[in-house]
């Protein structure tokens, strides 16, 4: 094709299997330090896994050439297309040489679990390098891919559905198990629980103002959930819902993607890769967040968005900014994003001005019912208030980016990685993580490592980055579109003239395949982050856990340091945790938390959390002249009982 010069197109298909032969090497390289090899045996193993894939790459080439009596150079290019795969391997290197937060090598892992990994992550690469050069060589596979195109949708609503029915009875097993959940699922319980009494988004969990879930967050989506809620108050009903949702979200995303790339193949991957992004499947084992819900209407406001149908891209946006306050400046994103596509005024000025009063409100209701902010406790780092942050931002930007080095390095990998780490940015769709994102970056905590490198915040970041992604893989269309195939022709496109455009599956629509497997191949090799979270087994103290749990009457006041218990006793008025400000070094400590934390029953487990004060706060359960009894205590799990008739 002209105004495309061949050495351009040619010349970087030569360039990718050295490229990634000394990927390879790396990675034998780290996994030999992981076993603690000699540096010599390292070198050794490294240079040969560098030297075998290239001779793999020529054995593959003279062996198809032959079979399929084609040009070496043709299927030269291809294999070397079809390895893109293998990048993965090099990318996970970090993770054994530690230098990356992974749940599945943490705290020293054993031979067997370094090794365990490696044969994952290879048999991975290779099997979806060999499902590509199918699709690249098998003179078949357009007829393949016709069909799969034509039942797309149908595959689409069954792997929504299997993928609902496996997760949901996960986290119910989790909460069963007292696995994963803690006190913000409580929180959540408590709010819509009271709700429905008419106490709206009361919480005696909330730790900035008393007795509202509003000092946190403002999220009034929560109040559309009492109807289903109402049917079965409890958990396990918020759980259910949360799990639903997740699940949906990959049917919005399937058609933003089939409407970008006019591929449904490609909207079927991609939103099954979204669907096991860690930082997505991590959520129905967590903590509960009402953030899960933002992901299917942000998907749908983006939908109607580039469908221009103005009515339903409102209710979208709004029903994004309900779920809760920091998705507000995704309003004055889509306003941006609108100028950007250079949309009417209406498409502009309506986000915009959403933004504006949206933001009002908020900071109105905050200012309201917020008594003790804990901003230091997440931003102190950068200054005692907004303003002084603002200015330490700007002002020291090496420090900021020092910062976010040492508490994010790992969050900012294990989010990226599945993406394919830039590929998104290639994409102005990449502008709606900015907000959610900065926020997470200015923390002042590691909020990934302990976790595995998991954060748990970031649902819209990464339904930003799936846009970003289907963005990109509309500009590999085009380049090679315009590179005259570059590689990615199939055997009977090639001979048969199939049209290259997004009808049938000719080069566009093969490159939009191609891509989005590779990204799914990504998101699978990741998938050891989130290992960490399946309630396969459950803890020592769990029987003892769930008998004092039992002990306690369902219309009394209870306090606990445990948030697995936390959640399973949320359904009630009085239920009071130690507070996050109880702590000798944060100026803005609420003086009342340890006297709100003598209730009628008080579960306990060892005292061993600094960062609560534990100990501290429940000091009054053994002092001289205690008013309370111990009830239970087995396996380190203590419930103790208020006796009214005991000495002062």
């Not at 998907?299 to 809760?324: D, N, Q, T």
């Not at 799914?520 to 769990?542: E, I, K, N, R």
Request: with cysteine.
């Amino acid at each position: 094709m002209t105004g495309y010069p061949e050495n351009r197109k040619v010349v970087w298909f030569y360039l990718l299997p050295p490229v990634l032969s000394l990927g390879f090497g790396y990675f034998a390289w780290a996994v030999a330090g992981a076993l603690q090899k000699e540096t010599t045996t390292r070198a050794m193993l490294a240079l040969l896994a560098a030297v075998g894939l290239i001779a793999v790459w020529v054995a593959e080439t003279d062996l198809l050439a032959r079979l399929l009596i084609r040009p070496r150079s043709e299927i030269a290019r291809k294999i070397a297309l079809c390895w893109a795969p293998l990048s993965l391997l090099p990318l996970s290197a970090p993770y054994f040489t530690h230098r990356v937060a992974s749940s599945f090598l943490k705290d020293n892992p054993s031979a067997g679990r370094v090794l365990a990994l490696a044969f994952f992550l290879l048999a991975l690469t290779v099997t979806s390098s060999v499902v590509l050069k199918i699709l690249l060589f098998w003179h078949r596979s357009d007829k393949f891919l016709i069909w799969l195109e034509r039942h797309a949708v149908k595959f689409l609503w069954a792997g929504v559905a299997v993928y609902f029915l496996v997760f949901v009875a996960l986290a119910f097993l989790a909460y069963a198990r007292f696995k994963g959940f803690h006190s913000d699922l409580g929180q959540y319980n408590q709010t819509l629980w009271a709700s429905l009494r008419g106490r709206i988004f009361w919480s005696t969990l909330e730790e900035t103002s008393p007795d509202t879930y509003l000092g946190t967050h403002i999220s009034p989506f929560l109040l559309l959930l009492l109807p289903f809620y109402a049917i079965r108050q409890s958990p396990l009903t918020y759980l259910f819902l949360r799990s639903l949702a997740l699940s949906l979200a990959a049917v919005p995303l399937f058609y933003c993607v089939r409407r970008i790339t006019g591929s449904a193949i490609a909207g079927l991957v991609l939103a099954g890769a979204f669907l096991l992004h860690p930082e997505i499947v991590s959520q129905h084992f967590t903590a509960g967040y009402e953030v899960v819900f933002v992901a299917a209407f942000f998907f749908s406001a983006f939908y109607f968005f580039i469908e221009k149908r103005f009515g339903w891209f409102m209710f979208f946006l709004v029903m994004v900014l309900a779920v809760r306050e920091d998705f507000i400046p995704a309003a004055l994103i889509f306003a941006v994003y609108a100028l950007i596509k250079r949309r009417s005024v209406a498409w502009i000025l309506t986000p915009l001005a959403l933004f504006i009063v949206w933001e009002v409100v908020a900071n109105l209701i905050f200012n309201a019912v917020i008594v003790h902010y804990g901003f230091n406790l997440y931003y102190g780092h950068f200054g005692d208030s907004p303003s002084q942050m603002a200015k330490t931002i700007i002002a020291h930007p090496i420090y900021v980016l020092e910062e976010i080095r040492r508490y994010h390095s790992s969050y900012l990998y294990n989010l990226l990685l599945p993406a394919g780490l830039v590929l998104p940015f290639a994409s102005a769709a990449i502008l709606f993580t900015l907000p959610n994102l900065a926020l997470t970056l200015t923390r002042g905590q590691d909020i990934s490592a302990a976790s595995g490198g998991i954060s748990h915040y970031s649902v819209l970041v990464v339904a930003a980055l799936w846009l970003a992604l289907a963005g990109f893989i509309s500009i590999v269309q085009k380049r090679v579109t315009a590179a005259g195939g570059a590689g990615f022709a199939g055997q009977s496109s090639a001979a048969d003239g199939i049209n290259p455009g997004h009808q049938g599956y000719g080069i566009q629509g093969r490159a939009a395949v191609f891509v989005s497997v590779v990204i799914a191949v990504f998101v699978v090799g990741t998938s050891h982050l989130w290992l960490y979270y399946l309630p396969v087994s459950q803890t020592p103290d769990t029987v003892a856990l769930r008998q004092a749990v039992e002990m306690v009457p369902a219309d009394v006041s209870v306090s606990s340091n445990d948030g697995r218990a936390l959640s399973h006793l949320s359904s009630r008025w009085e239920v009071y945790e130690p507070l996050l400000w109880d702590v000798p070094e944060e100026p803005d400590r609420l003086p009342q938390g340890r006297e709100q934390l003598k209730a009628e029953y008080v579960l306990v487990k060892p005292f061993m959390n600094p960062y609560y004060n534990d100990a501290g706060a429940f000091r009054f359960l053994t002092e001289p002249g205690s008013r309370y009894q111990l009830l239970f205590d087995e396996d380190g799990i203590k419930l103790y009982k208020k006796d009214d008739k005991s000495s002062s």
